[in-house]
């Protein structure tokens, strides 16, 4: 028996079923929350145009045409783009209070898919990333993965397998003890705050990286798209102070961060990796298209602990 049934209310319930892992998967594969939930709603009309009894197990026929969706937007993107956007390009955060749990953006984060992670799954080519996507988050089969990139099995590993060396190597090092992300950044906020120098340079990695979008510059956050070094980052961090005034710490992507939130709307976004107590790498988003909508304005009170 198909696992899809004959009428529309009962396709829409399956359908429903399945959404948040596919925002999941489609989350990860493009780094962009809008463009998820396009490729959701294209796999949703995809799904409307198969006739009843071709699909016998949903989930799988989901994420893999959900993946191929992706997959060529992924294409397209890489054909348009004048510019690696590896130097430049901040995802979407994930953003919750640190006290609240929802269930949708707890599938987001599902496996602490982080901002410094998206980063660097910039730099796969798509069918790297589809393969890696798939195959070490979601648990789907080569021999799923293999049509929708166009090769055989054993070569559709070798792309997973490529993509996780370049993971592991590009990677900052990072602790998951979110008590300590979190004193880090403590310490990051109130050295800035209060303009010690010494202090910064004491919570930063001296290899530490700073990578903030277009919208940082132009809302005076960040002095540079990208910084590399302890002093450089350190003087960039000076600008933080009237960020930091307001500034708000939340979880991004499941991590400690940063939010700046001013009459109900997000101003800017950071995050950070750390590693043995200092900073390895800061993200800063503040361009105010992207970051429309992300905390509803309900919610103002509720971002901090």
């Known amino acids: 028996m198909s696992a899809v049934g004959g009428d529309a209310e009962r396709l829409a319930r399956s359908f ?53 969706i992706c997959l060529d937007l992924l294409r397209s993107r890489t054909a348009r783009r004048e510019q690696p956007m590896d130097d430049t390009f901040v995802p979407d955060p994930v953003l919750r209070p640190l006290s609240r749990v929802d269930p949708e953006q707890e599938a987001l984060e599902a496996d602490s898919v982080g901002i410094a992670l998206l980063v660097v799954m ?3 080519n798509p069918d790297e990333r589809l393969a890696f996507v798939l195959h070490d988050m979601f648990a789907v089969p080569f021999d799923d993965i293999a049509p929708v990139v166009e090769r055989t099995p054993a070569a559709t590993r070798q792309l997973a397998g490529r993509a ?17 992300q979190r004193q ?3 310490a990051f906020r109130a050295a800035a705050r209060t303009g010690d120098f010494e202090a910064l340079l004491a919570v930063l990695h001296p290899d530490v990286v700073l990578r903030a979008d277009a919208g940082a510059l132009v809302r ?35 991590a400690p961060g940063l939010v700046s939130v001013v009459d109900g709307r997000v101003g800017s976004v950071l995050t950070a990796t750390v590693h043995d107590g200092r900073i390895t790498a800061l993200y800063i988003l503040a361009d105010p298209d992207r970051l429309e909508g992300l905390l509803p304005p309900d919610e103002e009170e509720s971002w901090d602990e």
């Open 164 to 180: 996780r060396r370049r993971v592991r190597d590009s990677a900052p090092p990072s602790d998951p003890d979110a008590a300590r």
């Open 220 to 254: 005076g956050v960040a002095g540079s798209k990208r910084l590399r070094g302890a002093q450089r980052v350190a003087e960039s961090a000076m600008l933080f102070s009237r960020y930091n005034a307001t500034a708000r710490m939340v979880l991004v992507n499941g």
């Open 184 to 186: 880090a950044l403590d």
């Open 122 to 124: 910039e730099t796969l």
């Open 16 to 68: 429903e079923e399945h959404r948040a892992h596919l925002r999941a998967v489609a989350y990860r594969m493009l780094g962009s929350l809008a463009e998820a939930e396009d490729a959701v709603q294209e796999a949703w009309l995809r799904l409307g145009r198969v006739e009843p009894g071709e699909i016998d197990n949903l989930g799988g026929w989901l994420t893999t045409v959900t993946g191929r």
